[in-house]
């Protein structure tokens, strides 16, 4: 387990929000093999956790695949792609790839798209089972650092998964259609083992309407002062993700020893 800061997106980024994360993994006893919450704790702005510390890292990165002839700068504004993608609603924004071929300068802009290749990959979903995904149909060309010089999850997330040699990701439902163009990043980036991917069901309310720190929802730490116990909460966790046949408390380790099972 590694701790990771994903703080990319600067505007939405708080400390109090780490500090409820640090406190959260803290209560579960979940502590990080790589990054242990009090190294953080100790010297949390220059601390390598942090993505934001990570520039070389993915600066490398993008190095490599520029080496390779698969990187290019991209001039377009969000508004000038919207203008040109499928609006139909469920339809994810389709980067058209107008600036491929136009031989912009890489002093023109600090924003690189990643060229994705046609075809299929698969992926077999530890819960879902196995998927296709087709990232140039679905997003087209990736975007690996914006026009303001921000790496971009999408990126930062790949490069960091082989840097740490992560080889089991649990993560939310809402992530899956990434899986596909994280996986072919990652073998362009030389990945010879993917990781595992296991897309947990998101919590929601009776509406649909997705749970927000915003709305006062429930979180980890109110579930505690509610009475909840760690092994209930590991437990039914484990269950709504499908790593688990039935709801009920268990260690932390019973679900690791599962998953190693599943490898
Ligand atoms: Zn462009």
Redesign the pocket.
């Known amino acids: 387990m590694v701790l990771r800061l994903e703080d990319h997106d600067r505007s939405r980024c708080r400390l109090t929000f780490e500090d409820g994360l640090l406190n959260t993994l803290d209560w579960l006893g979940l502590e990080p093999d790589r990054f242990p919450t009090a190294s953080f704790r100790e010297d949390p702005i220059a601390h390598p956790a942090r993505q934001s510390n990570q520039s070389a890292r993915y600066a490398a990165a993008l190095a490599q695949l520029e080496a390779a002839g698969s990187v290019y700068p991209?001039?377009?504004s969000r508004k000038?792609?919207a203008r040109v993608v499928d609006q139909s609603v469920g339809a994810e924004a389709r980067?058209p790839g107008?600036?491929q071929t136009?031989n912009h300068r890489a002093a023109d802009t600090p924003?690189r798209?990643v060229q994705m290749a046609p075809g299929g990959w698969m992926f077999d979903d530890l819960r879902l089972g196995p998927l296709v995904q087709e990232p140039a149909a679905q997003c087209g060309d990736l975007l690996a650092r914006d026009r303001l010089g921000h790496w971009t999850y999408q990126f930062a997330v790949v490069v960091d998964d082989l840097a740490h040699a992560i080889d089991v990701v649990i993560r939310g439902e809402d992530l899956l259609t990434s899986t596909g163009r994280q996986l072919q990043l990652a073998s362009m980036l030389a990945r010879p083992e993917p990781p595992l991917y296991c897309h947990h069901p998101l919590l929601v309310h009776p509406d649909g309407r997705k749970l927000s720190k915003a709305g006062q929802d429930t979180s980890l730490l109110s579930l505690r002062a509610a009475g909840w116990t760690v092994p209930a909460l590991i437990g039914q966790a484990a269950w709504r993700s499908g790593l688990l046949p039935t709801d009920r408390p268990v260690p932390f380790q019973a679900v690791v020893d599962r998953l190693l099972g599943a490898e």
Do not use: K
Request: with cysteine.
């Open positions: 991209c001039t377009c000038q792609i980067y107008t600036c136009a924003a798209r």
